[in-house]
């Protein structure tokens, strides 16, 4: 009866772990940083190649798509319901189908 009690324990403490994991995301202000930093970043790029009379194309795309990249995969894995990373519930529903089955 104590192990079935402890294991009925922890499954209660995992799902309330994914719960909040679901619920939990980057702060709204942190994002916009991020946008903002962006900007800069790249408005700067810019000027300094304004500046410099010419531009290196290869490095400039480079830094550009580097930066774009990073943020979308920071918002995308924030986000696990929706975006092009998603995370699978297939095992858990697996599970549950399997114990299903299995109850008298």
């Known amino acids: 009866m104590l192990l ?14 994914r719960l909040a994991a679901k619920e939990d995301h980057v702060p709204e202000l942190v994002v ?12 700067l790029v810019g000027y300094g190649c304004g500046l410099g009379g010419h531009r290196n194309f290869l490095s ?30 297939q095992s858990l529903l697996t599970l549950r189908d399997s114990l299903s089955k299995s109850a008298p």
Request: net charge neutral; hydrophobic share 50%.
């Open 32 to 43: 916009e940083l991020l946008y903002g930093a962006t900007i800069l970043s790249l408005g």
């Open 60 to 89: 400039t795309t480079t830094a550009a798509l580097l930066i774009v990249s990073v943020i979308l995969v920071i918002v995308d894995l924030d986000r696990p319901r929706r975006g092009l990373i998603k995370v699978s519930q």
């Open 4 to 17: 079935f009690i402890t294991s009925l324990n922890e499954v209660l403490d995992f799902q309330a772990k």
